[in-house]
């Protein structure tokens, strides 16, 4: 029998740094380990995470389902890889008469049908970002390595830990190392654990154009491979420790 699934909302404070990114490739690798999920954009104003799967036209969206047209079932796309998707409108007319915190009523149907139910956060602390706050059981962070993705990510942390939520941790994305920070400096700075750190990959670029997340488009690429380490982690699935890192541990264990 499936436990019930978990409802995690993807936030960051700071536009931009990834949170869609995040939401879609983490569905496809959570997906993949055989696990059913469901991807909802609730960044509506600005909402892009059908774009990223390949959808344009939707017939039904959240949008409509929160003005009360529409149940939420028939707002589900699915896509190739099995990953569910409720796609946001991409017209602002349809922004009218909708209120994001309404989809708290609305999540309880998925969360028996799907293991994972991933939110796909709007930026800033408005109140569309927190709605997606309150409409999540636990919440994960993306930060890139600038000081005002991390000073956001502090801000959002406080405003979860405000309502008890719990935060997993925080992704760090866009990793490259000319930033002169370590992801372990970002995760002292936030006191969180860092769940993966995405390195900055140009494949994403080829990923936009195509509209196919890289997680498909290309499996072996370096972002790819992170995003499959972050869902099986998600899942408690151990990553295999290379012979090097065992050779490593049994030195840090002797000293
Ligand atoms: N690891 C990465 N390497 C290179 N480019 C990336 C990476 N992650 C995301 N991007 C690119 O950065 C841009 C912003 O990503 P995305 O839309 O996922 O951010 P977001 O946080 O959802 O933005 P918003 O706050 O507007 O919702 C996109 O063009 C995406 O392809
Ligand atoms: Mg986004």
Redesign the pocket.
Known sequence: MREVGRVIGIL?GK????????TANLAIQLARLGKEVIAIDC?LT?S?LGLLFGFYDYPVTLNQVLRGDYEIEDAIYEHKSGVKIIPGSLSPRDLYGVDLLDLRLKLSSLVGKNDFVLL?G??GLGREAISAILCSQEVML?AIPTLSSVLDVLRVKAVVGSYNIPILGVVV??YEKRYKVRPEEIGVSVNLPILAT????KE?IE??VFKIPVSILNPKAR?SREFEKLAKKLVGMEEKVGIFQKIKSLFVASS
């Open positions: 960051s536009g931009g740094v990834g949170k869609s990114t995040l960044n600005t892009h796909d709007a930026p993306v994305n866009m995405i390195p900055y990959d994403l990923s936009n972002s």
